[in-house]
């Protein structure tokens, strides 16, 4: 019980922290701005914390099963805390342009920012890394049918037709991801493995795995979730006043929501680059911003029906001309089953573009 609790502490932090500060929320509101903008950051700190134990448990459940059912699994995990935390947040009236700014922060971040990162990275080290180009190719295709549907067409969209596109929207997000999961579990699974060659050298003993106890790990996991929600509703309404005529722009709340839910991912996938394993970073990086729009989507345009509140879902100019830069130097860069530090870093000069523009306020 003792070492149980010990290797969930960042977990137990989050929830003396939760249990801390409800209580405290009118203070932290009343105190003024500075105030709440440190308890607003402090918060997000403890939300990262138990997001990180939420994707331990993930991942232990996906060694279990193996791919592609681990990566599916990981994916998951951080699409369900962007969209516990999202809800959360606009249920506390928070600008219409949110949902849209997280989406796109969540691309931006996963394909030019962990998969840029971790080719960089891994191609220093390893030089050129082979993975499954079916793989990239079929993610590729998906975010950009997914994104063009739900981001990019709804600018064409007459205000009064909203609730029917809205609904279109929702069915064809769900049928998208059916026809994928289908495919990913099914079928075409081999689509999203790659076998690695076995490696010529001294053999030296191995770590003793982690056991699992499946029970545990998804009882935890939907325990720290609820932990995350719970942090969330006070620190959407302190992150609000903190920020409120800052000058801060907009679209800093969207990257903070996006980057939350990746860092758990961000760590994995650089541990996976660096160990010469290109699939799991694919399967990771594309694999996490298709879940995130096909997922992500439907849930909020299903809440905006339920409020009768739309959200401003169509791309701005610049937005919409960095996702097809993006999505054309993924496509290039993915199409012959091997990665390097050039393409890796034709990802991250991208990715850096963005958090210029974002600073910008663009």
Known sequence: MLTLLKQETFLLLAVLAAVVAYPLEHWMLHSGQPVALAAGLVLIAF???????????????????????????????????EVVILAIMMSNEA??????????????????????????????????????????RTYSVMILTAMGVSMVVPEFIPEANWKIYSGFTIGAMVVLYALFLRMQVGPHSYFFSYSYPEKRRKKVPEEEPESVNLAL???????????????AEVMSKTLDLGLEGTGAPPVITAILVAAISAAPEILTALRAALANRMQSVVNIALGAS???????????????????QPFQMAMTPVQT????????????????????????????????????LSLLGL
């Open 321 to 356: 001309v960095m996702i097809f830069l993006t999505l054309i130097v993924s496509a290039i860069n993915l199409n012959d089953g091997e990665t390097n530090a050039i393409e890796g870093m034709t990802h991250f000069v991208l990715f850096a573009t963005f958090i210029m």
């Open 217 to 231: 790990s998804i009882g935890t996991l939907v325990f720290g979730v609820v932990v995350i929600g719970a942090l």
């Open 47 to 81: 939300i990262v914390a138990a997001s990180m134990r939420v994707a331990h448990h993930a991942e232990l459940l996906a060694e279990k099963v193996g791919d592609p059912y681990g990566t599916m699994i990981l994916t998951l995990a951080a699409v369900l805390v």
């Open 95 to 136: 600008s219409s342009t949110l949902v849209r700014d997280t989406i796109y922060s969540a691309v931006m971040l996963d394909i030019n920012g962990i998969l840029g990162l971790a080719a960089l990275m891994g191609g220093l080290k390893h030089g050129e890394q082979s993975y499954n180009d079916d793989s990239a």
């Open 290 to 308: 298709l879940s995130t729009v096909i997922l992500t989507v439907p849930v909020m345009e299903a809440m905006a029906l339920y409020t009768g």
